[in-house]
């Protein structure tokens, strides 16, 4: 037989190829890293493609930028707005928005004596028979308290005193009863409540002692701003083992409160900046905590399967129908919280022992799903081990879906918070948090809505900026849309 005749044979070089050995990492022949290139091009531009679409999503600059300014401040504001959130100055309670404002000083642990004038033995005149009070006057006038004078009506019992924020229409409007004078004799009265150097409306009438008399005099006082040396010394603007009388006069500077004062006089934008710390912080280190644990309890239970898999999801329903809130009173039970104290360490292990199996359903689908790909049977022919496969191919395809889930969980994790420590069973004052807050301006929702507007704000702001975020990037990570122009 000739030489042209022979069959030819496969070349050594192609059969020596198609055996190559497995290396240290398992077995990685070259039409698996064709395959391996092929797919983190594919990842690569998907990931791309995610990044153009957000950039183009007004949800996600929207949502984004105020995630970030919420953090910042709860990062910086503290430092930069360096105000105790605790410290209470009552004569500065439920006060507006203010810059700083200059105060005298004056000693409050003084008694004041009404003046007294003894009637010279008249007879007590019924009340339709008084006639008005005259030379009302003011004595001292500022914040720590107002004192009034005038002179007596001839046949008086008594002397009632009223105090209106506008000017009384008529006899049936003059205001909030301050108090009545002891006797006929007594031709003064002292106001200490809840005084603001704003302008207020005194009037006096006199009285028989039992009906008050139709005719009154009204006198407008605007009083000057004060503060009491004692709380002087507890807000730190004078030192405390000075002598009083050193002080009594001078006056100092008091800061300002931009966004004013709750019903404490604790500084409002001071406490904001420290709520967030503590909301945030529960808001993000929980659903980190809980998304993580259900993302790798998800994936094991997903990726062995079988009895495995059954055993850890019967797990999953078990816990998910555990009671929160009971599960939490016997966390902060067995810590040790009183009433009245902070729980937040068993508020995050609450969130964190109860909130997983969401997450971990989630990627359990998402990984039985991968497992039946025709892109993974694929790899699995071309000689991929198991931990190829999980590291090139289920954990890049459940990032995705693992960042979605703490997108949500966020704000999720930030109202729970909240309605714990407004109910009480969370954070707890002193203690700033944004929960915390909103229960306490409930006191003063009707008189100054702003110290429950100002915390609720925050919150639904923080909450509509993480959903809108988390729905942004769940339609960019959509494999399934096209690209749009």
């Known amino acids: 037989m000739s030489v042209q005749n022979r069959p030819r044979s496969a070349p050594p070089v192609e059969l020596e190829a198609a055996a190559v050995p497995p290396d240290a990492e398992g077995f990685r022949p070259r039409v698996a890293d064709v395959a391996s290139e092929q797919a983190e091009g594919e990842a690569s531009r998907l990931w791309g493609l995610a990044g153009r679409r957000l950039r183009r999503d007004p949800r996600a600059w929207f949502g984004g930028l105020v995630a970030l300014c919420m953090v910042l401040a709860a990062a910086l504001g503290p430092w930069l707005w360096p105000r105790d959130p605790s410290l209470q100055n009552p004569v500065r309670a439920s006060l507006g928005p203010s810059s700083g404002q200059v105060v005298t000083l004056v000693d409050a642990s003084q008694h004041w004596q009404p003046p007294r004038i003894e009637p010279a033995g008249e007879a007590i005149v019924p009340a339709p028979e008084l006639g008005a009070v005259t030379g009302l006057e003011v004595v001292v006038a500022h914040t720590e308290w107002v004192r009034l004078r005038w002179q007596p009506v001839t046949g008086a019992a008594s002397y009632q ?30 106001d200490r409540l809840r005084l603001r150097p704003t302008t207020v409306y005194y009037s006096v009438v006199a009285s028989d002692g039992l009906e008050e008399s139709p005719r009154h005099q009204v006198l407008a006082v605007t009083p000057e701003p004060a503060l009491a040396l004692l709380s002087a010394q ?144 694929a790899a699995r022919l071309a000689g991929a081990g198991g931990s190829w496969l999980v590291r090139r191919h289920i954990l890049p395809n459940i990032l995705g879906v693992v960042l979605v889930a703490l997108t949500f969980a966020i704000p999720s994790a930030i109202f729970t918070e909240a309605f714990l420590s407004f109910i009480g069973m969370g954070v707890t004052p002193p203690t700033a948090s944004w929960g915390a807050m909103s229960s306490d301006g409930m006191r003063t929702l009707l008189t100054d809505p702003r110290e429950l507007l100002a915390p609720a704000a925050c919150i639904s702001l923080t909450v509509l900026a993480f959903n809108l975020l988390g729905d942004a990037l769940r339609d960019a990570l959509d494999a399934r849309q096209g690209e749009r122009p």
């Open 161 to 190: 005193v009223y105090r209106h924020s506008r000017p009384p229409r008529d006899r049936s409007d003059l205001g909030m009863p301050l108090g009545e004078t002891r006797g006929p004799g007594e031709v003064g009265f002292e």
């Open 234 to 377: 507890l807000l730190g603007v004078v030192p405390s083992d000075g002598r009083v009388e050193d002080w009594v006069g001078r006056t100092v500077h008091l800061p300002g409160h931009p966004l004013g004062t709750d019903y404490l006089g604790r500084d409002l934008l001071a406490r904001l900046l420290h709520g967030a710390r503590t909301s945030l912080f529960i808001g993000i280190a929980a659903p980190l905590l809980f998304v993580l644990l259900g993302s790798l309890y998800g994936a094991v239970a997903g990726l062995v399967g079988g009895r495995v898999d059954g055993v850890l999801m019967r797990t999953a329903d078990f816990v998910v129908a555990l009671p929160f809130l009971l599960f939490m009173i016997l966390l902060r039970v067995a810590f040790g919280i009183g009433p009245g104290e902070s729980g937040v360490g068993p508020l995050v292990i609450a969130l964190v022992v109860l909130s997983w199996p969401a997450s971990a359903r989630l990627v359990r689908g998402q990984v039985l799903q991968l497992r039946e790909a025709p892109f993974m049977d």
